[in-house]
T-cell receptor, first 114, second 113 residues
Framework: KAGVTQTPRYLIKTRGQQVTLSCSPI?????VSWYQQTPGQGLQFLFE???????NKGNFPGRFSGRQFSNSRSEMNVSTLELGDSALYLC?????????????FGDGTRLSIL | AQSVTQLGSHVSVSEGALVLLRCNYS??????LFWYVQYPNQGLQLLLK??????LVKGINGFEAEFKKSETSFHLTKPSAHMSDAAEYFC???????????FGKGTMLLVSP
């Protein structure tokens, strides 16, 4: 069974640009979550999607947005990039996204802002 | 909201020695607790999970963790460290509804020959 796939693996952008990251969950998984990982703040929850609806949201500015498609694939968009957005962005999927259900992570997209 | 605290940002052990990585959580009923491992340039891999079925939880790669409600702890152990165990380990709690995770700051495990 294929795992969670994130594309691209690496991305370099400049301040002010926007970026879109993609995530394909494990087949059959309907919940997709996004996390930001930085050396200073650690792993922080961005948002979670289930059946094309955002069901849960972390404390990030509106520049961070996402969506989920009918096949459960998800995209995350960051507009007006800032230097502080440099991070590893991780996508995770779970079958139903129920409380206590484990999440399975992709290898992440490393975003560097120049 | 719940939180988890991992004591020690770095832990160093010799190959063959006991591994003990500490995790304490803020109290709530019921907690769902997880340990994940992250190797360089990779995502997080689930080691084990506690979901109230048993207090001693066995995971992959010889790791296990014991849930102690009286101490609000969920420490991760392995009897004998291997060089391949060198990685960063994260304790996490599921608390924000659904399966959303709140992570500790992580502990880097260093294994010397």
């Amino acid at each position: 069974k294929a795992g969670v796939t994130q594309t691209p693996r690496y991305l370099i952008k400049t301040r002010g640009q926007q970026v879109t990251l993609s995530c394909s969950p494990i087949s059959g998984h309907r919940s997709v979550s996004w996390y930001q990982q930085t050396p200073g703040q650690g792993l922080q929850f961005l948002f979670e999607y289930f059946s094309e609806t955002q069901r849960n949201k972390g404390n990030f500015p509106g520049r961070f947005s996402g969506r989920q498609f009918s096949n459960s694939r998800s995209e995350m968009n960051v507009s007006t990039l800032e230097l502080g957005d440099s991070a590893l962005y991780l996508c995770a999927s779970s079958a139903q996204g129920s409380l206590g259900q484990p999440q399975h992570f992709g290898d992440g997209t490393r975003l560097s802002i120049l | 909201a719940q939180s988890v605290t991992q004591l020690g940002s770095h832990v160093s052990v010799s190959e063959g020695a006991l591994v003990l990585l500490r995790c304490n959580y803020s109290s709530s009923v019921p907690p769902y607790l997880f340990w994940y491992v992250q190797y360089p340039n990779q995502g997080l891999q689930l080691l084990l999970k506690y979901t109230s079925a048993a207090t001693l939880v066995k995971g992959i790669n010889g790791f296990e963790a014991e849930f102690k409600k009286s101490e609000t702890s969920f420490h991760l152990t392995k009897p004998s460290a291997h060089m391949s165990d060198a990685a960063e380990y994260f304790c996490a709690v599921s608390d924000r509804g659904y399966s959303t995770l709140t992570f500790g700051k992580g502990t880097m495990l260093l294994v010397s020959p």
